[in-house]
């Protein structure tokens, strides 16, 4: 996941004053950055099969023990079914705008043909002795992705979305550490392993996502898909 789907970690109840029965607990309020009516959204294109089982594999080579749930001492690996090149993170967006979002995923993905997509190298931000992100690179593919990207961002600033400035930095994400102890060791760790890594699929559609937040890693709903259709 690059430019990522942040996860509502440290979430409390908000809101002033006391129960009316003089109880202690504070009236439940949904926090403000997920007000209701609206949905945590991303577009994204999805790891083929194959390649989510091998990455799945690394990453539990990473962990040294099941990477299901998380356990002491681990990082919040992300969920193997779930791995995705996220494009555009749009974030709390009302639930009645879904529609023009889904013509405009496929709005962007109709003029593009399928196109070849390489894992290779890894790495940490902001850095790998101080890491908090773990993920894989982008090889061949980089450049179709970053003007998928682009072509993505215009169809939604027709929609009023703002522009998208930075250039895409493609990334496959794969665990936040958040300061876990060790956490180092395994960026080293990662970083070797990637010099020799390459895995390959065939990107051949583009997918809106809506983000489930709770206990464990984020779930990912795919609420539409959208073929690559160019030069058919």
Known sequence: MSWGDRP????????????????GRRPFSRPQDDPPGTSRLFVAVPVADDVREA??????????????ERAPGQPRWVRVEGLHLTLRFLGATPDVRVQELVAAVAMAAGEVAPFRVELSGGGAFPSPQRPRVLWLGIGAGAVELGALARRLNGELERLGWPSEDRPLAAHLTLARTDGVPGSDERARRLIEIGRDLRLAWQADS???????????????????????SGGR
């Open 206 to 228: 583009l997918v809106l996502y809506k983000s489930h937040t709770g206990h464990g890693p984020t779930k990912y709903e795919a609420l539409a898909e959208a073929p690559f």
């Open 55 to 68: 990455v799945g594999r690394l990453m539990e080579e990473l962990a040294g023990a099941p990477i299901d």
């Open 8 to 23: 509502g970690r440290g979430r409390r109840p908000d809101g002033g004053g006391r129960r009316p029965d003089g109880g």
